[in-house]
T-cell receptor, first 114, second 111 residues
Framework: DAGVIQSPRHEVTEMGQEVTLRCKPI?????LFWYRQTMMRGLELLIY????????DSGMPEDRFSAKMPNASFSTLKIQPSEPRDSAVYFC????????????FGPGTRLTVL | SQQGEEDPQALSIQEGENATMNCSYK?????LQWYRQNSGRGLVHLIL???NEREKHSGRLRVTLDTSKKSSSLLITASRAADTASYFC???????????WGAGTKLIIKP
């Protein structure tokens, strides 16, 4: 398996623009997680899905952030409008069904909002 | 939310020496996991230890878990330059599919 795939790897945009990050989880994994990592706040869980259904989005910082998982092999994280403080590395991870199990991370998307 | 706290925040040692990192947590857990993150990369799972286990080995890695003290340690023996990375602990619970992450220890191996 190719592992978790994220695109783009790098994104530079201007404040106010819409940003869409994409993720393809490992085939057969039932859980998908979106994280944000910054130097100041470390690794933060934004939202996670089970069988394409959002389970907990309490980590989504604001209404400007939204996430979807239209099918088992694809998820998006959208920021609209983007702000400089959204600059971070965004990771997608997937895991099998067992609670609290091992998570497999993608390479991340480094987002810079100017 | 972060439950795990790694100690130290940063560690710099000579190649060939052993590196020890510690993790403390607050609530009861089902398992504790260690991950490595190389600069600019995603996190990679290293090892998982269950709450009913006290010690686990994987190659040059040795993990211990003391549930009475709510703490774990990761020992890397005979360190190599390629071990330079940040190391994170994460705790898993039966009732929750989330992992609770620590802030990480930055390890630098000097050649």
């Amino acid at each position: 398996d190719a592992g978790v795939i994220q695109s783009p790897r790098h994104e530079v945009t201007e404040m106010g623009q819409e940003v869409t990050l994409r993720c393809k989880p490992i085939s057969g994994h039932d859980y998908l997680f979106w994280y944000r990592q910054t130097m100041m706040r470390g690794l933060e869980l934004l939202i996670y899905f089970n069988n394409n259904v959002p389970i907990d989005d309490s980590g989504m910082p604001e209404d400007r952030f939204s996430a979807k998982m239209p099918n088992a092999s694809f998820s998006t994280l959208k920021i609209q409008p983007s702000e400089p403080r959204d600059s971070a590395v965004y990771f997608c991870a997937s895991s099998l069904w067992r609670p609290g199990g091992e998570q497999f991370f993608g390479p991340g998307t480094r987002l810079t909002v100017l | 939310s972060q439950q795990g706290e790694e100690d130290p925040q940063a560690l710099s040692i000579q190649e060939g020496e052993n590196a020890t990192m510690n993790c403390s947590y607050k609530t009861s857990i089902n398992n504790l996991q260690w991950y490595r993150q190389n600069s600019g990369r995603g996190l990679v799972h290293l090892i998982l230890i269950r709450s009913n286990e006290r010690e686990k080995h994987s190659g040059r890695l040795r993990v211990t878990l003391d549930t009475s003290k709510k703490s774990s340690s990761l020992l890397i023996t005979a360190s190599r330059a390629a071990d330079t990375a940040s190391y994170f602990c994460a705790t898993g619970q039966d009732s929750n599919y989330q992992l609770i992450w620590g802030a990480g220890t930055k390890l630098i191996i000097k050649p």
